[in-house]
């Protein structure tokens, strides 16, 4: 188990705010969120990954086991971000377990605790190895990109850290969804002000 800090620990009412934010932007998929999971069912998922879900994680799907994914793929309008998806937890254990497989030869480059929190272009993942109750720290893995050469650094403490960034960027119209175009789109002068890390919006 690695320690974490005191960090914010995700809540059902920090989940709130953000679903609240995504609501004052119009944002579509406030409209389509699944109910959670209950425990055995999030343990039941993760048990061929031979993960235990920590406790942010099990609040993140036990509040809403994110949104349904089309046989396409996710649509645009169903973004909960500028460059990622809330997506159901099978759907993130399947990911994981491919990128598993694809990684199965380079050791190290994924850990076995690393567990994918959203879908996207790339790869936004929490550390499943805490102390029960702790927080969850997060990584934004790059498997294409330079990130990829440094992937045990996290950007964010907490996933509860992460959330409430989320909702402090549309809060702010630092990520301005267009109704009209049916996308999130940044704000260029609010991000710098905001500087968030790398990869997270």
């Known amino acids: 188990m690695r320690p974490t800090n005191e960090a914010p ?5 920090r989940i709130d705010q953000l679903v609240d934010a995504l609501r004052v932007q119009g944002a579509p998929i406030v409209d389509h969120l699944l109910p959670g999971l209950t425990d055995p069912e999030i343990d039941g998922i993760l048990a ?4 235990t879900a920590p406790m942010e ?26 460059s990622w998806w809330w997506a159901p937890l099978d759907r993130v254990a399947a990911k994981c377990q491919l990128i598993r497989e694809q990684l199965a030869d380079f050791e190290g480059l994924w850990l076995p605790a690393w567990l994918p929190i959203v879908i ?3 790869e936004l993942v929490i550390d499943t190895a805490v102390t ?20 045990h650094t996290p950007v964010l403490p907490s996933l509860g850290a992460l959330i409430q960034l989320w909702t402090s960027a549309l809060r702010n119209d630092v990520m301005d969804y267009r109704q009209e175009l049916g996308v999130f789109l940044i ?14 919006l």
Do not use: Y
Not at 9 to 13: K, P, S
Not at 48 to 51: S, V
């Open 57 to 82: 994680a099990r609040t993140w799907w036990g509040t809403h086991n994110g949104v349904p994914v089309l046989d396409g793929g996710h649509s645009p309008a169903m973004a909960l971000t500028t």
């Open 187 to 200: 704000d260029p002068a609010r991000f710098d002000r905001m500087d968030p890390p790398g990869g997270v």
């Open 9 to 13: 620990i995700l809540t059902e009412a």
């Open 132 to 151: 029960p109750g702790g927080a969850s720290p997060v990584h934004v893995i790059d498997l294409e990109g330079d990130e990829f050469d440094r992937p």
């Open 48 to 51: 061929p990954l031979g993960i």
């Open 120 to 122: 996207g272009d790339g």
